[in-house]
């Protein structure tokens, strides 16, 4: 059975710091585009994050370059999304994806083929 399953949210005070894991099972991991998307309420879904099989390439959408970054240990079949400087624009639902795409493909072209169910991330004083 398939499954994606994020953990790590929170609240969290503006400043501060969040990591964000998913862990996958079902499927050929490590042959896998990873990548985390986030939806605010009244606002479409949209990629953050993404990063390749190997996990040498890796794109970020502009308004978290520099605070988050992501990483996969395809030994624990789990990809991590570290969250820092977290500001309250940065509040969402964020979900887990997975997909046999380039990173391009996943994070530009919104390509994927699996989803977690998502985990809150509220940044608020």
């Known amino acids: 059975q398939l499954q994606l399953v994020e953990s790590g949210g929170g609240l969290v005070q503006p400043g501060g710091s969040l990591r964000l894991s998913c862990a996958a099972s079902g499927f050929t991991w490590d042959s896998y585009t990873i990548g985390w998307f986030r939806q605010a309420p009244g606002k479409e879904r949209e990629a953050v994050s993404c990063?390749?099989?190997?996990?040498?390439?890796?794109n970020y959408v502009d308004s978290v370059k520099g605070r988050f970054t992501i990483s996969r240990d395809n030994a624990k079949n789990t990809v991590y999304l570290q969250m820092n400087s977290l500001k309250p624009e940065d509040t969402a639902v964020y979900y887990c994806?997975?997909?046999?795409?380039?990173?391009?493909?996943?994070?530009?072209?919104?390509?994927?083929?699996?989803w977690g169910q998502g985990t809150q991330v509220t940044v608020s004083s």
């Open positions: 994806a997975a997909g046999p795409y380039t990173v391009q493909s996943m994070c530009v072209m919104n390509r994927v083929r699996y």
């Open positions: 990063i390749s099989a190997g996990g040498g390439i890796t």
